[in-house]
C-alpha cells in the first residue's frame, strides 16, 4: 500500500508541475485548502477518494495516472529498466540452472 501512495505522491508532484500550477492554484480548482495539498505532498496526509477525483480533474488525468508508475519517467526509460530487470532474472535462472 505504501508503494501506491508514494507513487501518487510523485505523480501529483509531477503532472502539477508539469502544468506549471502552484499548490494554491490546484487547491482553489479542487476547492479544499491550499495546506490539503502540501500535507498530502509532504505525505502527511493521503486524499479521500473524492478528493483525488478532483485532483486529477484539475491536471486533466485519468485518476489511474495518479497511481500507476512514476509519470516522471518516460517509456524508453520503463523498457530499459524492465529489459534490465528481466534479463537479470534470466541469468540467475541460468545460472542456478532452473531450467
Known amino acids: 500500500m505504501e508503494k501506491y501512495k ?14 506549471n ?4 492554484e490546484l487547491s ?3 476547492d479544499c485548502a491550499k495546506s490539503t495539498i502540501s500535507s498530502i505532498e509532504s505525505k502527511k496526509n493521503f486524499p479521500s477518494f473524492e478528493l483525488i477525483l478532483k485532483i486529477a480533474y484539475a491536471l486533466e488525468i485519468h485518476p489511474a495516472d495518479l497511481f500507476l508508475r512514476d509519470a516522471s519517467k518516460s ?8 529489459k ?3 534479463t537479470t532474472d ?3 535462472i541460468i545460472d542456478n540452472n532452473l531450467i
Open 6 to 19: 508514494s507513487d501518487f505522491i510523485e505523480n501529483l508532484l509531477f503532472y502539477r508541475t508539469q502544468k
Open 21 to 24: 500550477m502552484s499548490q494554491l
Open 28 to 30: 482553489g480548482i479542487c
Open 75 to 82: 517509456k524508453e526509460e520503463i523498457r530499459t529498466i524492465l
Open 84 to 86: 534490465e530487470k528481466i
Open 90 to 92: 534470466i541469468n540467475q
